[in-house]
């Protein structure tokens, strides 16, 4: 339960609030890599409450610019993409891919020079990894170290990116990612279908939570006894503020989930499948059902109008939810709380822990940031994230899920 | 007119308002009662800019709660409805219809008892009547007597309870309801071609008469007929928001009232009922509306097409161009915009009713605000059984004060 003041600090994203401007700070996936072509159509992208084109360019780099063209404001989406530079189509201003104006044939053609020279064009640097572009939207001269993660030095077929658009503020969308307790139940139709994420959730749906603080964030185990000399952990890694590395059984993929604010109201949340081993598996069960469209992936779910097409029937013959795909079941209750939930009814029990924690660390950040402008989880120690992995695991009793190296798992417990 | 702080007062009732917190002293129908199923899907209501959702237990009781579970918001419009209880579908919490938290399966086993014991779901009493589930949303332990219309406890084919749900304010829809002089004018192509009858064009001004009683009021919009006789239409209205509307016999009798959803909506009520026989199932002044119970203008369009008003129909004699008598209604008070700026108008002395009411509401306001006590006699255990509208001819040397709309003089020929 929070105040309402500390739950809009956490939630207001927008131009000039101390939380937008502390994540903005970070590196966030902005748009699938291959959403852009090169000299094809610049795509408008809404991050913070703000509206940005990214184009490819002719040599494929990447540009990231403020949406509107910097002389009349006409949206840079209808830009012409050639010569790898944008030109406005209203007076033909253009703007070459490193944010430099190079032509202004509106103006006389004597001051055009000294003229482009005094135009700024707001430009952000991007980098891709994973499949998707990247983009540091922060105010410093020099962007804190691009993350390291795994999935972003894999070779492009290794990992992938898909993106969901919610309905909902980015907070709701971490913590329903934090929320470990809630598998067993919400998504109890699907457990143990393809004998991998199994039953074992259902018979002991209230794990005990441990947690290790990390320079980035922490490492999450949720521990569930079985009863017999073992007991399943689910380790999850956390990079704050944004990414969740989720604990899958082998042999799928790994995944790595996030929620980026795209205003107060809406988040893209963005999974990533990666496999440092293998080519990766195919459609992922958890996505199954879901529209297939990886810049929306969940572009047809539903609405308050339809309550997301639940089926009732299907209920009443045993399936839990009712709703059609995994994905969507833990999208469905994010928007369903509305689009910014009021924090200040909740009763929070001990299977919240975790959201606790983070909202804690979230506000004290933040604080933090306001008023030193120091920023929190490590981004500016130069960390190794190349190792962070998450790990669901049957383990014997005498070994520590603390000790668990998720590069190197125990070997497997026969049944 | 009003000033604009008075138009503010009489018309926000969202969570702190002061009208919102006295109009949820009253009781005010929610859902069709025909729209809760047994086990079936709980429906989400909006009342007083909250949230809501309704649902019906197994053995037939209505639960009535905030959307959000208790636990962390998730709506419980997507809850398991099944053992009389609902179940969220987040973490499997699960409340008992009469609002008691039952089971917290994601706690530890041993601090469930004590932990769902500590949490509270706000929870609200429901009566079904008239077809309707209504709701007390106030702050009170015990509510107020539920009112006893005379519509209760009919069969179900002598009722046809229906809704519809309006993008402007509440008290727009009342002001519509209670202004009788707009019926010669905006309904005029109704009148002269259907079962009602053309008096009302023919002495469009009516005299108002009003007859205070202790739940509001009983008004004749008298007109001259020049025979030696007079149309009276006897309307009675129970206080803050029921209008009993005068209906030419053998239309069934109607009760309406505009229920606010939040500022800028409301729903719009229609009980049709009748006593004595089953209700015909498109009423008198329902022809072409969507047919949808729970949302009868539905089709109605919007500002966005002007409610598809038809022009040339207007040119060929038709009075406004819209299609259905309740549309006619509806559209007028959706055009005055989502709040109307009520000091802006000229009222006339056709407007005397919406004055008063506006008074009345404004007074009421006031002694709640300042005493705590809710007007209309509401804590008067009033017997509201024996409220009936009427619509009657009668000769000039009685007076339509002395009508019993229970027991009316014979027809005049």
Not at chain 1, 256 to 264: F, L, Q
Not at chain 1, 286 to 309: A, K, R, T, V, Y
Not at chain 2, 140 to 157: G, H, K, V, W
Not at chain 2, 190 to 204: I, K, L, Y
Request: net charge negative; with cysteine; glycine share 8%.
């Amino acid at each position: 339960m929070l105040t309402k003041e500390e739950n809009e600090l956490l939630c207001r994203v927008g131009p000039g609030t101390p939380m937008g401007e502390f994540l903005r700070e970070y590196w966030v996936p902005a748009l699938r890599s291959q959403a852009l072509v090169a000299d094809g159509a610049p795509v408008r992208v809404r991050l913070f409450g703000e509206n940005f084109i990214a184009f490819r360019a002719s040599d494929g780099r990447v540009g990231f610019f403020d949406e509107g063209c910097p002389h009349r404001c006409t949206s840079l989406a209808l830009a012409r993409n050639e010569d790898n530079a944008l030109t406005c189509i209203f007076h033909g201003w253009k703007i070459d891919v490193s944010g430099k104006v190079v032509e202004v044939p509106s103006e006389p053609p004597e001051r055009r020079a000294e003229f482009a020279a005094k135009v700024r064009v707001r430009h952000y640097p991007i980098r891709e990894g994973g499949g998707a572009v990247w983009v540091y939207l922060g105010k410093r001269e020099r962007p804190p170290k691009f993350y390291d993660f795994e999935l972003n030095i894999l070779p492009a077929e290794r990992a992938i990116g898909h993106r969901g658009l919610l309905h909902c503020n980015w907070l709701q969308g971490l913590e329903a990612v934090l929320d470990s307790a809630h598998v067993g139940f919400l998504h109890r139709a699907w457990l143990g279908q393809d004998g991998s994420l199994d039953m074992r959730f259902a018979s002991a749906a209230a794990p005990v939570f441990e947690l290790l603080t990390r320079p980035y964030g922490f490492r999450e185990g949720a521990i569930r006894d079985l009863g017999d000399g073992t007991y399943y952990a689910r380790i999850r890694e956390m990079v704050m503020p944004f990414y969740s590395f989720i604990p899958n059984d082998a042999p799928r993929n790994n995944l790595m989930i996030c929620a980026i604010p795209i205003d107060d109201e809406w988040n893209a949340q963005w999974y990533f499948w990666y496999d440092a081993r293998k080519p990766l598996a195919p459609v992922q069960r958890s996505m199954q059902g879901s529209s297939g469209d990886p810049d929306n992936f969940c572009s047809e779910m539903g609405g308050f109008d339809n309550l997301w097409h639940q089926d009732r029937k299907k209920m009443r013959e045993g399936n839990w939810s009712g709703l059609r795909c995994f994905v969507y079941e833990d999208f469905v209750v994010e928007e369903s709380m509305g689009p910014i939930v009021d924090r200040t009814t909740e009763y929070l029990g001990s299977s919240d822990t975790i959201i606790i924690r983070v909202r804690r660390w979230l506000l004290q950040a933040v604080r933090e940031f306001q008023k030193t402008g120091r920023l929190a989880f490590g981004v500016e120690q130069d960390l190794d994230y190349s190792r962070i992995r998450a790990l669901g695991v049957r383990s014997r009793n005498e070994l520590d899920w603390k000790e668990i190296d998720s590069m190197n798992p125990p070997a497997p417990i026969p049944d | 007119m009003l000033t604009r702080e008075e138009n503010q007062l009489l018309s926000r009732v969202g969570p702190g308002s002061a009208m919102g917190d006295f109009l949820r002293q009253y009781w005010m129908p929610a859902i069709r009662c025909a729209a809760l199923e047994p086990d079936g899907a709980p429906v989400r209501i909006k009342m007083f800019g909250e949230s809501f959702v309704a649902f019906r237990t197994g053995d037939g009781r209505v639960g009535f709660f905030d959307e959000g579970c208790p636990h962390r918001c998730t709506s419980l419009a997507l809850a398991r409805n099944e053992d009389n209880a609902l179940t969220c579908i987040f973490h499997g919490w699960k409340i008992d219809v009469s609002g008691k938290v039952v089971e917290v399966p994601s706690e530890p086993p041993e601090r469930r008892a004590e932990f769902a014991a500590k949490v509270r779901v706000k929870h609200y009493p429901v009566r079904e009547a008239g077809g309707a589930v209504w709701v007390y949303l106030g702050k009170r332990e015990s509510p107020p007597l539920f009112y006893n219309f005379e519509f209760n406890d009919l069969p179900p084919e002598r009722l046809l309870p229906m809704r519809a749900v309006m993008h402007c304010n509440w008290f727009q829809g009342f002001e519509a309801v209670l202004d009788s002089a707009h019926v010669g004018f905006l309904h005029r192509a109704s009148m002269t071609n259907s079962s009602n009858d053309n008096r009302f064009a023919t002495a469009a001004s009516p005299v108002f008469e009003l007859m205070m009683r202790p739940c509001g009021f009983r008004e004749g919009a008298l007109r001259d007929l020049g025979d030696g006789t007079f149309y009276a239409r006897i309307r009675e209205v129970v206080m803050p928001m029921f209008s009993f509307i005068p209906m030419v016999w053998p239309a069934p009798y109607l009760m309406i009232c505009a229920v606010p959803i939040d500022d800028e909506w409301n729903a719009q009520w229609y009980f049709w009922y009748d006593p004595d026989k089953a209700v015909p199932k498109v009423p008198f002044s329902m022809e072409n509306t969507s047919g949808d119970l729970d949302n009868f203008c539905s089709d109605m369009g919007n500002l966005d097409n002007l409610w598809n008003q038809d022009r040339r129909k207007m040119r060929e004699g038709h009075w406004s161009g819209l299609r259905s008598f309740a549309y006619e209604d509806f559209i007028c008070e959706e055009a005055m915009g989502p709040i109307v700026d009520r000091s802006r108008e000229y009222l006339g002395s056709s407007d005397s009713i919406i004055i008063r009411v506006r008074r009345m509401l404004l007074a009421a306001l006031a002694e709640y605000r300042r005493s705590g006590k809710l007007a209309f006699g509401l804590d008067d255990n009033l017997d509201y059984s024996r409220i009936r509208a009427l619509a009657i001819r009668y000769r000039k040397e009685m007076s339509w004060r002395e009508i019993d709309s229970f027991n009316p003089p014979p027809p005049v020929e």
